[in-house]
């Protein structure tokens, strides 16, 4: 936490009260990010399902993921849908009415159970589109269960999710002659990293959930194709280990995996495999703690309760392919 910045410059700060006012219900702040209040089912728990790396138009599995989605979202009566980034393929969407919009996302998820609240950040894919698009309210009236947002916080009561805007973080996007990526609202960089770890760990500080679970689209641990993210290995573990954060869910590797920190509670959860996969590449390097990985399509499930929490990875039958649950007391400190 080496260049916190506290003369936040007045662009950034705009962003945010633009970001206010549209009609969202948003209740309260965490420290400065935006919070959604999202209430648990009456028997106070609450389920939901994650999904990453899928906008192509229903093509290698997506469909057949959603499907299957739609059938685990109704057996476990979920609350929301949270989306590790990468939503459109290949290069995120070209403006608001971009049809990747209807065809990947409004006409795949069409199941009764998923027509709850999607939760979603922006992969690096997204960034090589127009990436306002895709904060846009407009979507919304598209379809309303829509809400991607770069970095925000949903305080579902026994669980705060604090969703992380990763790609800028990633050196060596800015470094890419081939791609183009849209870093509109995003510079100067470092500046803007900064805050997001600012804001992040002045929300982990204030956070009384019983369960404190951190989305980005990068991976922080993988052994899959791209392994692990240094910078976020470097600037993001250390505040999930210091607030005992449960779990860190990202996508970009398009596998499911599990890997355990070796120095906190702290699961690492990949579910990147909402479309293409079967990459192969396996990397042996850094695997300690590594629980599970498939290389194929699918998606996760959670469900929390005061005390317990239960995480499944689905294959893109439905079959369950991992299953890992954790207790903790009921009147432990947080
Ligand atoms: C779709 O899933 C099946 C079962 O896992 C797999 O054999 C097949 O290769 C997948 N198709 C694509 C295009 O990835």
């Not at 609240?117 to 997204?126: E, F």
């Not at 899959?224 to 990202?250: C, I, R, W």
């Not at 990147?272 to 703690?289: F, I, P, Q, T």
Request: hydrophobic content about 40%; aromatic content about 12%.
């Amino acid at each position: 936490m080496d260049t916190l910045n506290h003369n936040k410059p007045m662009v950034l700060l705009s962003l945010r009260l633009l970001a206010f006012s549209f009609s969202l219900c948003i209740v309260s702040v965490l420290g400065q990010l935006q919070t959604f209040e999202h209430p648990t089912k009456g028997d106070g728990t609450l389920s939901f399902l994650v999904l990453g790396d899928w906008g192509r138009s229903g093509e290698y599995n997506q469909s057949e993921v959603a499907i299957q989605m739609g059938i685990v979202g109704e057996n476990l009566d979920i609350d929301f849908v949270v989306s590790t980034g990468d939503n459109f393929y290949d290069s995120g969407l070209t403006g608001e009415h971009d049809p990747a919009f209807v065809n990947s996302f409004v006409n795949i998820y069409t199941a009764k159970s998923l027509q709850k609240q999607w939760y979603s950040v922006l992969g690096n894919h997204d960034y090589r589109g127009d990436v306002e698009a895709q904060l846009s309210p407009l979507l919304r009236k598209i379809d309303s269960r829509w809400l991607c947002l770069r970095s925000f916080v949903v305080n579902a009561e026994i669980a705060d999710l604090f969703f992380v805007d990763t790609t800028p973080f990633v050196r060596n996007y800015f470094d890419e002659p081939e791609h183009g990526y849209d870093w509109t609202g995003v510079n100067p960089v470092a500046t803007y990293t900064s805050i997001v770890l600012e804001d992040l760990e002045s929300a982990l500080k204030s956070s009384t959930a019983k369960w404190k679970i951190v989305v980005g689209h990068h991976a922080v641990r993988s052994v899959g194709h791209h392994g692990d993210t240094q910078e976020l290995v470097e600037k993001l573990l250390p505040l999930l280990q210091a607030y005992s954060v449960d779990f860190y869910m990202n996508g970009h590797d398009h596998c499911l995996e599990q890997i355990s920190d070796d120095k906190s509670p702290l699961q690492f959860l990949t579910s990147g495999a909402g479309s293409k996969a079967w990459r192969g590449d396996v990397k042996e390097l850094n695997s300690e703690g590594l629980k599970f990985f498939y290389d194929g399509q699918g998606f996760m499930s959670v469900r929390l309760t005061q005390t317990d929490a239960e995480t499944v990875f689905y294959d893109v039958f439905g079959e369950v392919l991992h299953k890992w649950t954790v207790s903790k007391q009921l009147h432990s400190s947080i």
